[in-house]
């Protein structure tokens, strides 16, 4: 896990319907109710290939919103994952479970008056219908799609667009689950026996792993709803390892249901 950093946004946002007194348990806000909100990224190799899942807000903000989201100094992906250890010409494949800028920010970088990949040595992953919906401009979520983070990388034929599930390298497999929109993917990956899924924005923090609790972006609730628990109820069963979009504490979890009430356990930070 290289969590690329962490802001304070609205909490109401990520808990939608759910009231405060519900989520204020879990989650602690600033005296203007904002939360902390890690984003969330990985790097996955096998020997043979090293896999980048996300690549966090990037750094084109201006000083508005940078005050706004509490974040002086966002850093440089390639800056994050160069201090784990890994360069960030040594990534071959770079996923985007979805092309929102919290998730693409960083995929990449000003140089001069060129915008060139974050991770020049890449294929960039990201489904077509995404990129169709971003394009469309909707005044619910268009602000949150900028040409910038994926436009360059489909010039150089860097960005691959997917239609639909896709096994990437042997058992790691990128899954459509609509919700938080109608393309995001999930992330799995089995190896030795185990299961480590990567829920994105379908689970965006340890504490929202109830199916109701949604978050008030997902464009889709009903939907959230359902793959939820599905995905979730899967997991529990399986003793799946699981990781979630924006929490800026829990890195990996797993997750248990006794009489209708859902908890994660044994949190690794
Ligand atoms: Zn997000």
Redesign the pocket.
Known sequence: MVRAGAFWWDGGNFFGVVPKTLWGKFQKTDELNRIEVGFNCFVVENGDHRVLIETGLGVRHDERAKERMSLPNPPLIREVVSAHGFEPETIDTVINT?L?W??VGGNTVDEGWRVVASMPNARYLAQRGELEHGREQHPRDGISYRPVNYDPLLETGQMHLLDGDAEVLPGLRLEVVPG?NRHMMTVTVRSGGKTWCHL??LV?FASSVTPTWVSG?DLFPLEAIDNKARILTQAAREGWWLSF??DPVVSFAQVETKDGKWRTINNLT
């Open positions: 979805h929102h919290d998730h938080h994105a924005d965006q972006f979009g924006h």
